[in-house]
């Protein structure tokens, strides 16, 4: 028995997320499928982070055991064969049997990307969040440094989370605008459910003037979801990088 790790690209648009949902497609859904008809096995993978519907992933990580006698390096071509063209694996290799993309240490990397034009791009749609009005990038990178460094992210969190402990740390994070796009791009240790996506909605009123910079800090103090920006839409978000820390 081999354990096989895949790096997994992604357009998450027509998909109900990462994880296996009752209700509709799913990434981990289609990989399982193609893996089982490529090596006659029951397998179900592993998924490294599990990404909400209409969330989109360059560098998705996910394992199965198999006792296929495949190379493992070429598992990726042969599962793309079997895939619908909006996933794509780009990389396959054997690791240790016991190794587990949850249980390693990584930073993970998010672009958020926000389109600031007056009238919405139809070519962006699927991948911005469309926002009138014109953003100041100073205060939205003012504001981002609250964020960075150790913190209780409970204000940033969906309610309805299960995670054991809200505390995270944001080792980066910054805005940038190039012509009418803005990316907010944030490295952490881990990220709460929701928690990149609240992030860039209070970001984006703060960018509008609805909210202080300063006032970063209080949200974070309350713990409180409410005093927090709204969570921006799915399709503008990317799992950009997972980077292993040796």
């Known amino acids: 028995m081999r354990r096989i790790l895949l790096t997994v690209a992604y357009d998450g648009t027509d998909y109900h997320g990462w994880q296996i949902q009752n209700n509709g497609r799913t990434i981990e859904g289609e990989l399982n499928r193609a893996i089982n008809e490529l090596t006659g096995e029951v397998i179900e993978v592993i998924g490294a982070s599990r990404t ?13 055991d198999t006792e296929s006698t495949i190379p493992a390096d070429r598992f990726y071509a042969a599962i793309n064969t079997l895939l619908p063209d909006d996933i794509r694996v780009t990389s396959s290799k054997e690791v240790e049997p016991d190794w587990h993309p949850r249980k390693v240490s990584t930073h993970k990397t998010y672009e958020y990307v926000i389109d600031n034009e007056e009238v919405a791009n139809p070519k962006l749609i699927r991948y911005s969040w469309h926002v009138r009005g014109n953003l100041s990038i100073e205060k939205m990178n003012e504001a981002a440094g609250y964020l960075k460094g150790e913190h209780d992210f409970t204000s940033f969190c969906c309610v309805n989370g299960n995670a054991l402990t809200n505390v995270r740390t944001i080792i980066d994070i910054g805005v ?6 803005v990316t907010i791009r944030v490295t952490g240790n881990g990220f709460l459910y929701n928690m990149v996506r609240i992030i860039a909605g209070t970001l984006v009123n703060v960018g509008l003037g609805r909210t202080a910079c300063e006032d970063i800090n209080k949200i974070l103090v309350a713990k409180d979801r409410t005093k927090a920006g709204p969570t921006a839409p799915p399709q503008g978000l990317t799992l950009v990088e997972i980077k292993d820390i040796v």
């Open 176 to 181: 940038y605008k190039k012509d009418n796009l």
């Open 52 to 64: 909400d519907a209409g969330v989109h992933g360059m560098c998705n990580r996910a394992v199965f």
